[in-house]
């Protein structure tokens, strides 16, 4: 149970930096709507990734 909620923290925190550096790394700084969702995406599938990948079973 510890290291599902490490995991969780973790995710949490990798969703968190893919989401703020996003719009430095594509280099708009405008809003745009469909930019932001992507953005969104972009750190939900990292986080998603990075819970996957950490999976020990």
Same mark, same amino acid.
């Given at each position: 149970m510890k290291s599902k909620i490490k995991r969780a923290v973790i995710s949490v925190v990798?969703? +968190?930096v893919i989401y703020i550096l996003s719009g430095f790394i594509i280099g708009?700084?405008?809003y745009d709507m469909y930019l932001k969702a992507i953005e969104f995406?972009? +750190?939900?599938?990292g986080a998603g990734c990075y819970w996957i990948g950490s999976n020990e079973q």
């Open positions: 990798v969703f +968190a708009w700084h405008s995406l972009a +750190a939900i599938i």
